[in-house]
């Protein structure tokens, strides 16, 4: 089955920086597009950042756009998510998560991916 598991968060002081990487495997990682989500305590998840299947495309929020890169390696499967310039709103919990459909571009839409992972905190202190 598809896991997909995130590190690389932790405590930083505003306008520092932070690599969150997310461990793909159970598919052919290369044919789905990967995203990055986030949770704030009381808040809505929302999308953060995404990149197509072919590593060509990809879309950000604007709140992070400028600051954050989302890149893949396709031979160890794995996604990353570069967080420059960090600010105490990006504090939050940090999701992976892969389409459910193969060759998809870099969705924006939650719904359109079918797996997740756990999590990994970030913490920004003003």
């Known amino acids: 089955q598809v896991q997909l598991v995130e590190s690389g968060g932790g405590l930083v002081q505003a306008g520092g920086s932070l690599r969150l990487s997310c461990a793909a495997s159970g598919r052919t990682f290369s044919s789905y597009a990967m995203g990055w989500f986030r949770q704030a305590p009381g808040k809505e998840r929302e999308f953060v950042a995404a990149i197509g299947w072919s590593g060509v495309s990809t879309s950000y929020t604007d709140s992070v756009k400028g600051r954050f890169t989302i890149s893949r390696d396709n031979v160890t499967n794995t996604v990353y998510l570069q967080m420059n310039s960090l600010k105490p709103e990006d504090t939050a919990v940090y999701y992976c998560?892969?389409?459910?459909?193969?060759?998809?571009?870099?969705?924006?839409?939650?719904?359109?991916?079918?797996?997740w992972g756990q999590g990994t905190q970030v913490t920004v202190s003003s």
């Open positions: 998560a892969q389409t459910g459909s193969m060759r998809n571009t870099a969705t924006m839409t939650a719904h359109e991916y079918g797996y």
